[in-house]
């Protein structure tokens, strides 16, 4: 006689549609839109990735550069070896954008209820900002699962703050890291309010301090290889990650002038090419050649980073402030920044409207809000820019979500007042 209380649960049906629909998605991006599309540049390697890659099969990891030490190269690196090509990647990909769908799905569930899950799992699965870079060789859409990944896990160490979960969130948080290193706020965030919470004695919170100590241990124990091996290319130099923070800090200076806030000229070709000039001048400065030499690229323009928040400390909060909006939406031209502008003013609004329900009851919608917040204010003082926020569209969704939902309950609440009305004219 069968247990029954053994038995699998059967998948929910909602988790199979947003599986779905993202797969299907996927792939009309990929074999139908992409190539005739003329909003962003269709050529399939823009930034040279899958160049690095088949340069490590060649001399192996030879030379510390920003792009070179990301995660991304590498996943390329193992596809080429194992004799996979570019088709391959584009199912990676695939695979990326539906996993983030249905972890999507699972968080709207857990934090609020099945009907927040599906629809924010329908929400990802179309949004034009993930689907836009499925098609070719960015790293934004293994970033976006990493990252998405990541606040599930924290989502279980949230409830469960175990030293086996704090090693798994550790363990995934620094790959994700790794895949792009503006996630590490994101992470030191979490393991703050965690701290401060316990700390304050809250009912309910558990002792999170074993966890924690396991997460940043599985961090370390992650990261030093990839650090030691950095030290060894560069000859001694220490470079836990990448290079490319002071120039990233530089370039938000000149991507949020007037004229590129307000996308009067393409950021990404004026404001590019005036960031350019100014490294090659910083560069000639301390007797180097730009892009010679990345580390000591970063040496020199932290230099400059100093000087200019010593001397103008004015322009340094500015860009900040302003970069905390350019976040949203600053992309190549004024016609495809309309589309994360207006995306991201209807999924706020829609946040906005479940904000006091959530409060109202208890919920741990801050989980997913911390996410959003850590990484806008972390990026707006780097080069705030639109594409930046793609890895947290996932957490606005399921609070957007969640306000379609509590739009629907109260509209279902006020549907019997309306309809007693209608009787009583009759």
């Known amino acids: 006689m069968t247990d029954t209380s053994q038995q699998q649960r059967p998948i929910p049906w909602e988790l199979l549609l947003v ?26 390697d823009p930034y040279e990735y899958g160049r690095i890659a088949r340069g490590f099969m060649e001399h192996g990891f030879d030379k510390l550069t920003r792009r070179a030490a990301m995660l991304y190269p590498h996943l390329l690196w193992v596809v080429y070896e194992l004799g996979g090509g570019d088709n391959v ?7 990326f ?45 293994m970033l976006t699962f990493m990252v998405t990944l990541t606040v599930w896990l924290a989502v279980r160490f949230h409830q469960r703050p175990s ?38 004695k809250r009912p309910a919170v558990p002792n999170p301090i074993p966890g924690l100590v396991a997460m940043v241990l599985a961090m370390a124990v992650v990261v030093a290889p990839w650090t030691y091996r950095n030290y060894k290319v560069t000859g001694g130099r220490f470079v836990p990650l990448t290079p490319g923070t002071p120039d990233a800090f530089l370039r938000g200076y000149i991507f949020t002038k007037w ?24 560069a000639k400065e301390n007797g ?24 103008h400390p004015f322009l340094t909060v500015r860009k900040v402030f302003v970069g905390l909006f350019t976040f949203w939406y600053e992309m190549t031209s004024l016609k495809n920044s309309l589309v994360p502008f207006t995306l991201a003013l209807i999924n706020w609004g829609l946040a906005f ?16 809000l911390v996410p959003v917040l850590a990484l806008n204010i972390f990026v707006a003082m780097l080069v705030p820019l639109g594409r930046y926020s793609v890895p947290i569209l996932p957490c606005l969704a399921i609070l957007a979500a969640f306000g379609v939902d509590t739009l629907l309950q109260k509209r279902a609440a006020r549907q019997p007042a309306l309809d007693l009305r209608a009787q009583a004219k009759s």
């Open 97 to 141: 954008h539906v996993a983030s769908c249905c972890l999507v799905f699972l968080l709207g569930r857990k934090l609020f209820n099945a009907r927040t899950g599906l629809l924010a799992g329908l929400f990802m699965a179309v949004n034009p900002m993930i689907l836009r870079y499925v098609a070719d060789m960015h790293t934004e859409t």
């Open 89 to 95: 990647v584009r199912a990676l990909h695939t695979f």
């Open 259 to 282: 004229e590129y806030i307000t996308l009067q000229r393409a950021p990404y070709e004026f404001a590019e090419t005036e960031s350019n000039d100014l490294f090659k001048r910083i």
């Open 353 to 368: 409207q479940g904000f006091r329900r959530a409060r109202r009851e208890r919920r741990d919608w801050w989980l997913v």
């Open 163 to 200: 030293v086996w979960n704090g090693i798994l969130l550790g363990v995934v948080g620094m790959l994700a890291v790794l895949t792009k290193g503006v996630v590490l706020p994101i992470l030191a965030a979490f393991g703050a309010i965690w701290l401060v919470r316990w700390l304050r």
């Open 19 to 44: 599986a779905g629909v993202a797969l299907a998605a996927a792939l009309t991006m990929i074999l139908v839109v992409f190539g005739k599309q003329d909003l962003v540049a269709n050529y399939h």
């Open 288 to 311: 180097t050649v730009f892009e010679l030499d990345e580390v000591q690229d970063d040496v020199n323009n932290n230099k400059e980073v100093k000087r200019m928040i010593r001397e």
